[in-house]
């Protein structure tokens, strides 16, 4: 059981690991062992994340998704089958915590009358001051 937050739980039976041969270095046991980590996660066909946080993360994340609806998250950076699909959990674990938390949405609001005074008060100050640094006008 993957478990997110307290209101969100994946069973481990709705993901699918397979693994694949890892790039980088690592000498003549790279060429030998399936340490690469591909986990697939079907977000569509899931039961366990509500509606409104699969909406935000398929909004969000929709470059990672593939056609079939499907998530697709890789991981080599460790040299174990078991580092790098605690790494892809994580990873899922990390992407559903971003996008758990229903947004604050802005009201938009008007400025007071005092702060629109302010503001003009300011820009007067700052025109008067500059027309002081000004040579003065002779009137001949």
Same mark, same amino acid.
């Given at each position: 059981m993957l478990i997110i937050n307290r209101l969100i739980s994946i069973?481990?039976?709705?993901?699918?690991?397979t693994y694949a041969r890892s790039g980088g270095?690592?000498?003549q046991n790279v060429n030998k062992v399936n340490?690469?980590?591909?986990?697939?996660w079907s977000i569509e066909a899931s039961v366990s994340v509500p509606p409104g946080v699969?909406? @935000?993360? =398929?909004a969000k994340f929709a470059n990672r998704i593939t056609a079939d609806g499907e998530l697709l998250l890789t991981s080599q950076?460790?040299? !174990?089958?078991?580092?790098?699909? !605690?790494?892809c959990l994580d990873k899922l674990r990390q992407m559903l915590l971003e996008v758990a938390? @229903?947004?604050? =949405?802005?009201?938009?609001?008007?400025?007071s009358l005092t702060a629109r005074a302010k503001r003009v008060d300011t820009k =007067?100050?700052?025109?008067?001051k500059k027309s002081l640094r000004q040579r003065p006008k002779h009137d001949d």
């Open positions: 069973p481990l039976s709705e993901l699918e690991f270095p690592g000498g340490s690469k980590a591909i986990m697939r699969k909406a @935000r993360f =398929v950076i460790y040299r !174990d089958q078991k580092g790098n699909a !605690d790494a938390e @229903r947004p604050i =949405v802005r009201k938009e609001t008007k400025p =007067v100050n700052h025109s008067k």
